[in-house]
């Protein structure tokens, strides 16, 4: 989540909008604070055209990272998701969330919805959003009555927790890169896995105690960095000490419990009746889950709902931050930020906010990665998919075609002292880049399994999700199970314009997309079970979607491990509470991956035509 927290929140696009004094010129400022329904107030930073000739709707974001500059006299550099709005023209609103900054009350984190509000005191972030809406509606001068709301990651979530019960007032809803579960799969866990590096960056900022502060350690490689401070009880009594509430709260969840389901905005996301505009990036590395699991909520339990999914080549918040035309050594061909910019998101509040031109938006409008181009769909995923399985075969060989061994496994040492690194790059914490990264570094180390194709003699487009479907097995009692999907150019591939040095992209490996199974959760995230060393078990896991082709002469790879560090934790291949596991927990296990006609090992994946 948290590239957008803070300053770089506050000052995401300045590049590319009016300076400071333009918005003074064209807009007033007034700071107020809100009253809620239980009396709290919410402080609130309202910027308002200073033409006044006829009314004009409302854009609220609210935000846990501050609405700053404070004082009625300081204005922000930027207003709305883009500089379009702005010569547009819109009443900007930004909220200090509940208990953040100058907002009175208690924060929570992902604050759980109330389905049932038997009282003014029982509220949460609906009902914070509706209130909110309530008052501006009728007090902000020369308001047309209609607002959107629009947010990116965590201020996605509050967008979309705004679209529940929402405010009749309430038109429009963007949730950009939205916060939806951070057990299952976004930021914090993916599929129960801890994902180390980004945890820590946020929780040692963003998650301390108000008034508190500690020197941030300083380190260009994250992989020493954090293999030198051990085990996640280290994590604690070196550098958190009881003072990030939040993570003293998660060690005491290790398992999808109550309190974390009561943090899964999914199942609420009913009967939502604004437009929704869902959008994300398909190299997002913090809620590329979120975006798509908030569009298929509302897509599942509100059928009648206007609803639309938006995803790009992009990083968490590319789309607003950047042109969107390349991400590490990976070219998308052209400038799709501003294409979803121009064509998309200011058409859409146009339209629902202003009554402008109906942009007849796709339900699904997606870039295809690979082939390079937009398409527009009446379902996401699209119908009549054909689902096929790409196969692991001995000597490192992938195929749609099922082994015939009667026997057969490949194995490697997983050694917790020594795990797999996540990029072949320093870093000095997670990268955005990682997600396109060449996984060349990988293919070579002896505890990483790798299979290809041959050349594919036909382009060969998967779009959907991804499910790695292994027959394994481990010497230890617990072990995590990493599977990437990885698409390998050809050894003539052009080198990039401008080069760059070093970097050739003959036999570049490019992931694709690549997740982590916790394995004592493949059968139940709510009871977890351990491994019964040396027997074979199934694994099987749903990877978040893709729309991709793979070019002719290209080769489709599956790498296989049982570490990403330090993107994810180590696991200690023992079954043992991680949270508070100690280095003597931590030992090698031999794993096997099976690949027999009884018990094959594959990828599955759907064609589309």
Known sequence: MKRLHAAVFVLL??????????????????????????????????????????????????????????????????????????????????????????????????????????????????????????????NVPNNNGRVGMYGISYPGFYTA????????????ASPQAPVSDWFVGDDFHHNGSFYLAHAFRFFDGFGRLKGTTKPKPTTQDAYSFFLEMGSLSEMESKYFKGDVPYWTEMRQHPNYDDWWKARNIRAHLKNIKPAVLTVGGW??????????????????????????????????????????????????????????????????FCHYLKDKEDPKLP???????????????????????????????????LSFEPPQEGAGFDEYVSDPGKPVPYTGTQASGMTREHMVDDQRFAASRPDVLSYRTDPLEEDVTIAGAIVPSLHVSTTGTDSDWVVKLIDVYPDDAPDPVP??????????????????????FRNSFERPEPFEP????????????????????????????????????????????????????????TQRVYRSAADPSSVQVQLLN
Request: aromatic fraction near 12%; charge should be neutral; glycine fraction near 10%.
């Open 363 to 397: 339900e699904a409008y997606m870039f295809e990665t690979g082939s390079n181009r937009w398409r527009k769909f009446d379902a996401w995923p699209p119908p009549h998919l054909a689902k096929r399985a790409l196969y692991l075969h001995a000597g490192g060989k």
């Open 534 to 589: 040396g027997k074979l078990e199934k694994v099987e896991y749903p990877m978040p979607d893709v729309l991709h082709t793979f070019k002719k002469a290209h080769r489709i790879m599956v790498q296989v491990q049982s570490s990403w560090f330090p993107l994810v934790d180590r696991n200690p291949q023992k079954y043992v509470d991680i949270y508070h596991a100690t280095e003597a927990d931590f030992q090698k296990a």
């Open 283 to 348: 190299f997002d590395a913090e809620d590329l889950f979120g975006a798509l699991k908030v569009y298929e909520s509302i897509e599942r339990q509100s059928p009648g709902a206007t609803n639309t999914v938006v995803m790009g080549p992009w990083y968490h918040g590319g789309w607003a931050s950047s042109d969107g035309e390349s991400l590490g050594h990976v070219s998308f061909g052209a400038k799709t930020s501003a294409f979803y910019r121009e064509q998309i998101e200011f058409p859409f």
């Open 499 to 520: 080069a760059a040095p070093g970097l050739k992209m003959g036999g570049f490996q490019q992931l694709l997309r690549g997740e982590c199974m916790r394995g004592r």
């Open 13 to 138: 696009c300045a590049s590319r909008l009016p300076a400071q004094d333009t918005i003074q010129g064209h807009y007033g400022k007034q700071e107020v604070p809100i009253e809620m329904r239980d009396g709290k107030k919410l402080f609130t930073s309202i910027y308002s055209p200073k033409d006044d000739s006829h009314p004009w709707p409302i854009l609220l974001t609210r935000t846990p990272y501050g609405v700053g500059p404070y004082g009625a006299d300081s204005f922000r550099t930027n207003l709305g998701p883009s500089s379009l709005f702005i010569k547009e023209g819109f009443i900007f609103v930004y909220q200090d969330v509940r208990g953040r900054n100058r907002s009175e009350g208690e924060f929570v984190n992902v604050t759980p919805h109330r389905p049932v509000k038997s009282g003014p005191g029982d509220t949460d972030e609906s009902t914070d959003a509706y209130d909110t809406i309530d008052w501006l509606v009728k």
């Open 161 to 172: 927790a705004g679209a529940i019960d929402a405010h009749p007032a309430l038109k429009a």
